[in-house]
């Protein structure tokens, strides 16, 4: 049989490789760690380069001073020689420039001696999806320089720093698309909630919050969505109980919808639907529900400098029209702007011609259609 077995030491440092992205402060245990396993001083991850108006991302085992961090952001990142490294190798300062011209370059004597640096190691993990991370390495004048045992070791650990930096970029991306999503729901005054099988609030949106807070329609109750009337109530866990036996069925396309009672005016709209059946590494079921709940009493709005560049609007016609799809009358929305009736008129006959529509119920359903309201 082959010998898996790993040393302690390896142990912990990859323990710490897999911890890096979400320690507090990220990547410091291990850069710490890596630089005792490769003897070095100081250990720099860079994963977003320097460059002209943009310091980057780049995190130091140790920080040697504030000022030398500004002056290499700043400054010496255009003229240092670890630049466009083949990904995955490893390489030491005199593998790329004459050790002669290196130690009298501006490079050297200006910035890099100074901080009593004298040899420098480096790779670059740059890959297909635009990941651009690199790593460096130094050790202090009087020190030997890095030999092949720490090169050798660098370049079997590059993979797996690599592996990592790009799931954590994976997921970066993917909680940014998220949260640019969940923002644009907000904004078009939809609340959404994801209940697990036990009808506990998994998250809530912005306006699922709101709605919670003014408990007119929904509620939580030892962590579970309650509606706050009983016939409401008693629908809504029939709903629920149907499009929970469609998620463990996986059948995600069932739709299940329900208007609350609110007496005269028509009241909130919820539509249930099931999420994809996903068993997680660890055994466990996937949130089961996703809940929509749209609220006819709440107004959707929009900026004035999106309407102006959407429709060519004037900064007066874009506020009068967003006054109008707040369902404000002509006269409500005049005496509001302090204008007379007939400038008012004048006004929504120009926004008439400007959008191409003749009513003004069109007009409201054209401003509250259109993607205004993501600009907010």
């Known amino acids: 049989m082959r010998d898996y077995l790993i040393s302690a030491p390896m142990n912990e440092l990859l323990l710490a490789l897999s911890r890096g992205p979400v320690a507090d402060p990220p990547w410091q245990e291990f850069l710490r760690l890596l630089g005792e396993a490769l003897a070095a001083d ?63 370059s501006a490079y050297f004597r200006q910035y890099v001696e100074p901080t009593g640096i ?8 740059g890959d297909e999806l635009g990941n651009t991370a690199r790593l460096r390495f130094a050790r202090v004048a009087g020190r030997d320089n890095f030999a ?17 930096i790009r799931l954590h970029a994976r997921i970066a991306r993917v909680e940014s698309e998220r949260a640019l999503f969940a923002a644009a729901v907000d904004r078009m005054a939809l609340a959404a909630f994801i209940l ?68 005269n005016s028509a009241g909130p709209g919820i539509l249930m639907r099931p999420l994809p059946l996903v068993a997680a590494p660890d055994g466990s079921r996937n949130p089961s529900v996703a809940i929509f709940v749209s609220d006819p009493e709440y107004q959707r709005e929009a900026p004035v400098d999106v309407l102006m560049t959407l429709f060519g609007l004037t900064r007066a016609e874009a506020t009068l029209s967003l006054l109008l799809a707040g369902g404000a009358t002509l006269d409500e929305a005049c005496r ?11 006004h929504l006959s120009a ?26």
């Not at 380069?49 to 961090?69: C, F, K, M, Y």
């Not at 008693?234 to 995600?252: K, T, Y």
């Not at 509001?336 to 004048?346: A, E, L």
């Not at 400007?354 to 119920?361: D, N, P, S």
Request: proline share 5%; with cysteine; net charge neutral.
């Open 42 to 104: 100081y250990v720099t991850l860079i994963l977003r380069a320097p460059r002209e108006g943009d310091s980057g991302l780049v995190i130091n085992s140790v920080v040697l001073s504030p000022d030398a961090v500004n002056a290499y952001n700043e400054s010496f990142f255009a003229l240092d020689p670890f630049v466009n490294l083949p990904p995955g190798e490893v390489f030491t300062v005199d593998a790329l420039v004459p050790p002669g011209d290196y130690y009298e």
């Open 118 to 125: 004298r040899h420098i190691m480096g790779a670059d993990l």
């Open 148 to 164: 092949a045992r720490e090169r050798e070791l660098c370049r079997c650990l590059l993979p797996h720093i690599q592996q990592t």
């Open 196 to 263: 697990d099988q036990r009808a506990r609030i998994r998250h809530s949106n912005q306006a699922g919050q709101r709605l919670l807070a003014e408990g007119r329609w929904l509620t939580e109750h030892e962590g579970q969505l309650r509606l706050v009337h009983r016939a409401d109530q008693q629908a809504f866990r029939e709903c629920l109980d149907d499009v929970m036996q469609a998620h463990l069925r996986g059948e995600p396309g069932l739709v299940k919808a329900l208007r609350l009672d609110s007496g």
């Open 336 to 346: 509001q702007q302090h204008i007379s009736r007939n400038t008012g008129k004048s």
């Open 351 to 376: 926004i008439f011609s400007k959008t191409g529509v003749t009513r003004q119920t069109r007009l409201v359903q054209l401003i509250l259609s259109s993607v205004a309201p993501m600009g907010d």
